[in-house]
């Protein structure tokens, strides 16, 4: 079974400052892919970012990226300039490839990183 | 394009009792999944729903339940409820193919009493 781990509860930064949110996981299969989705208070789940486990490069959206490092089995967030917007619970999330060619495969998601964006 | 809407937004219930809850997926998207969040469980997988057929469960009770109707409109539905389903659940949808991502709905918060 796979399992998610974000190892800090809770952060706290400066408006317009850098942070980075950690997230480690454990799987035996080779094939996955991980996100990073938000729960600001309104408890919506928002979808940040997105990494296919076969490609080397990281993905980036807009001020949002991430380190992924496959062999460390590692999944970082980096928030760069950082929004009174951006405050929110933030969920690491893995979910294996699926063989079959319909229907979705489960989320797996770790216990979440609550993020606080002062002004 | 409306998002995935998810009805009713908060429910009060006693123990007991059963509850239905519905979710509307993203038009175009034939995969609708639940999950339940609890402050101490986090989030947990409960099924998921493509062409009608239940594809996918997670370790819960047989009295969670669930359907999928031929226009991709999912329910779920839990009887006898107990103080322990008081959780705030999550429906989203994907378009069913493979490793598509899967985009959630706002929740209903269930509370029971």
């Known amino acids: 079974a796979q399992t998610v781990t974000q190892s800090q509860p809770e952060m706290s930064v400066q408006e317009a400052e850098t942070v980075t949110l950690s997230c480690t996981y454990d799987?035996?299969?080779?094939?996955?892919?991980l996100f990073w989705y938000k729960q600001p208070p309104s408890r919506q789940m928002i979808l940040v970012i997105r990494?296919?486990?076969?490609?080397?490069q990281n993905a980036t959206e807009n001020r949002f990226s991430v380190n992924f490092q496959k062999a460390a089995k590692s999944f970082s967030l980096k928030i760069s300039d950082s929004q009174l917007g951006d405050t929110a619970m933030y969920f690491c999330?893995?979910?294996?490839?699926?063989?079959?060619?319909?229907?979705?495969?489960?989320?797996?998601f770790g216990q979440g990183t609550r993020l606080t964006i002062n002004p | 394009k409306a998002g995935v809407t998810q009805t009713p937004r908060y429910l009060i219930k006693t123990r007991g009792q059963q509850v239905t809850l519905s979710c509307s997926p993203i038009?175009?998207?034939?995969?609708v999944s639940w999950y339940q969040q609890t402050p101490g469980q986090g989030l947990q997988f409960l099924f998921e729903?493509?062409?009608?057929?239940?594809?996918n469960k997670g370790n819960f009770p047989g009295r969670f339940s669930g359907r999928q109707f031929s226009n991709s409109r999912s329910e779920m539905n839990v009887s006898t409820l107990e103080l322990g389903d008081s959780a705030l659940y999550l429906c989203?949808?994907?378009?069913?193919?493979?490793?598509?991502?899967?985009?959630f709905g706002p929740g209903t918060r269930l509370l029971v009493l």
């Open positions: 729903y493509f062409s009608e057929t239940q594809r």
């Open positions: 990494q296919e486990a076969y490609k080397q």
């Open positions: 999330a893995f979910m294996k490839s699926r063989e079959e060619s319909q229907g979705a495969q489960k989320l797996v």
């Open positions: 038009s175009g998207h034939r995969s």
């Open positions: 989203a949808s994907s378009l069913g193919l493979r490793q598509e991502t899967q985009y």
């Open positions: 799987t035996s299969e080779s094939n996955y892919y």
